[in-house]
């Protein structure tokens, strides 16, 4: 079978966020609570490269770090990923530790044109969220 031949198209527009998640969610449906945006595919569809997630304050036990993708503008999400935080205990004397989700330009995520990443948490812990993706 014949095939067209085209032309490859690399992401164009680099992207970053940071959201902070500070309530729990246990909500697993298509409607999950206390979830924050952090990232936005452009018209064109996005790579994400990076997400990590870093506590804010002490974590006395381990939480539950869960990712959900939307395309249809946040009206529905669908639980994509999670991640386990460590118990950490917050001090000015130690290096908080960052969860990685092990996304990277040799195995990133495609995000479809427009599609939404919304991030949550297990427990009510101040939590950052840190995404760098790139726009098609």
């Known amino acids: 079978m014949p095939v067209t031949p085209n032309s490859i198209v690399t992401p164009q527009t680099p992207r970053a966020n940071v959201v902070n998640v500070a309530a729990a969610n246990a909500t697993y449906s298509t409607s999950p609570t206390n979830t924050q945006l952090l990232v936005t595919a452009g018209p064109n569809g ?42 950490y205990t917050m001090a000015q004397t130690t290096e908080a530790p960052t969860t990685d989700f092990g996304y990277s330009d040799d195995s990133p995520v495609i995000l479809q044109p427009n599609e939404r990443l919304y991030v949550a948490e297990g427990q009510a812990k101040s939590v950052n969220f840190i995404a760098e993706w790139a726009d098609y």
């Open 46 to 87: 996005a790579r994400l490269t990076k997400l990590q997630a870093i506590p804010c304050e002490t974590i006395t036990s381990a939480n539950q770090l869960q990712v959900f993708r939307s395309a249809d503008g946040g009206t529905t999400r669908h639980l994509a990923d999670s991640a386990l935080m460590g118990v």
